[in-house]
């Protein structure tokens, strides 16, 4: 079974390297400011010849009040006045995006991320999602995956009724710990009660899947307090999980700085954290996708897995990676063919290169073919825990044993070791290695030597 994982403490102390989390090879640390909107405005064109579906992403950076662990682009403010200016630009955006797109092209998937999406007013949502419905093809018959981020916090009944009716089907939930220490910690108080009940609004609304936001390694976190924390979401059902490990980066992250180090769970304590959650989980019917992220067996992710279709974007496991992902909004990432670009990540340089009816691309990058190669052996890696050899070379004309002789002596010690299993077809992840695939995939990134690893958080 895809879902089996076996826990091996040896293996991960000595794998559990700091390295990236392969939302795209070459990754964001890759990008360079040689690209711009020329470049992008090229790649939607091919993207209308093409007639490729769509992927939206739209960023919404405000948040009322600051969680200490958050490393998301973001602005905090009390003053909610500070949207409509924000919306007014976005909206230049997708008037100037689309109009390089064919109407014919469907908008598959849609997700609204943040920041706090709901930190705007119900008037600002619908003047928002009327306005993506006007400059690109949104499905309405609710078979399109719609989804947006969720702080409880800023939500009540008669927000989902109006995100269910605006066409959201998925909803994330942010939660992160239900501890009221740790909640204190990290300035995050958040009640159960105010959890559940967006979660029974978003049932009876019949959202289609509901996602919860769980981190392990925060200050004043133990094994038994998170244990009772993952107890308490396994009974609210949600159909995905994701556990993050927290990536203590003070020194890039400013928010980081008022956390007191010295609360944070020691190394041991965390890997029990990790290893308590997936027994729970397991027990609770839920399968490991991979990379932190786990779903019951008849969601669209499990069965993605199984048939050997799932991939991965910007926005994590997906089973709409073969869209063209466009993101609006500050600091969004696009992926358009071989192109990645991205906005500018500061809120002013964005508003005014659009009040100047200017794209705000700053950066990015074009994969060159051995960065087309490499993408689809870690997607291949990552997502289905297997590659095969014939595949590959059939797909891009190569000798796979020739191409990556170098890297046979750091997958024969993978093999020895346990975490693979390496023969002249190909490499399938075992189960001791599934929860280290990011250690596997780090073998093929071409980049990595380069790398400050410390910008990236650790595998476990």
């Avoid at 019917?285 to 969601?299: C, E, V």
Wanted: one cysteine or more.
């Amino acid at each position: 079974m895809l879902d089996a994982i076996r826990w091996d403490t040896d293996l991960i102390r000595r794998y559990d390297l700091a390295g990236p989390r392969y939302t795209s090879y070459p990754t964001a640390v890759q990008f360079n400011s040689q690209v711009g909107t020329f470049d992008l405005l090229h790649a939607l064109r091919d993207s209308r010849k093409a007639l490729r579906p769509l992927s939206l992403y739209v960023h919404v950076p405000f948040c009322a009040n600051i969680c200490y662990y958050c490393a998301c682009n973001k602005v905090i403010t009390k003053d909610r006045g500070r949207a409509q200016p924000y919306l007014q630009r976005l909206e230049q955006e997708i008037q100037l995006i689309a109009c390089h797109l064919d109407p014919n092209q469907k908008v598959e998937q849609l997700h609204f991320g943040g920041g706090t999406p709901t930190f705007l007013s119900h008037d600002e949502l619908r003047q928002l999602m009327a306005q993506l419905r006007k400059h690109f093809n949104l499905l309405d018959d609710d078979s399109g995956d719609y989804g947006i981020e969720i702080d409880p916090r800023e939500a009540d009944w008669s927000t989902m009724g109006l995100l269910r009716e605006l066409g959201f089907n998925r909803v994330s939930i942010g939660l992160q710990d239900l501890d009221p220490a740790v909640q204190r910690a990290v300035n995050r108080l958040q009640s159960l009660e105010e959890t559940r009940a967006v979660i029974e609004a978003a049932r009876t609304l019949q959202f289609r899947s509901i996602n919860i936001d769980l981190i392990y390694g925060l200050p004043k976190q133990t094994p038994d307090n998170f244990a009772r924390t993952v107890e308490e979401v396994i009974n609210l059902q949600p159909d995905r999980l994701s556990v993050f490990n927290y990536a203590h980066l003070p020194e890039r992250f400013m928010p980081q700085r008022r956390i007191n180090g010295n609360e944070l769970p020691a190394p041991a304590d965390k890997l029990q954290m990790l290893q308590r959650t997936i027994e729970q989980l397991t027990a609770a019917g839920y399968r490991y996708i991979g990379m932190d992220h786990f779903a019951l067996p008849d969601d669209e992710l499990a069965i993605a897995q199984e048939d050997s279709t799932l991939q991965r974007n910007f926005q994590g496991y997906t089973t709409h990676g073969h869209c063209d992902l466009i993101g609006l909004g500050v600091s969004a990432i696009s992926q358009i063919g071989d192109l990645y670009c991205q906005n500018s990540s500061d809120l002013n340089h964005y508003q005014n290169a659009l009040a100047g009816a200017q794209l705000a691309t700053s950066r990015g990058l074009v994969c060159n073919p051995d960065d087309r190669l490499r993408r689809e052996v870690i997607q291949q890696l990552i997502c289905n825990f297997s590659l095969q050899f014939e595949a590959i070379e059939q797909a891009f004309n190569i000798d796979f044993h020739g191409y990556f002789k170098d890297l046979w002596p750091q997958l024969r010690a993978m093999a020895n070791d346990g975490l693979i299993e390496l023969d002249s077809t190909g490499i399938t992840v075992l189960p001791a290695g599934r929860l280290l695939v990011r250690s596997v995939c780090m073998v093929f990134d071409a980049y990595l030597e380069q790398q400050n690893r410390q910008r990236f958080s650790r595998v476990i």
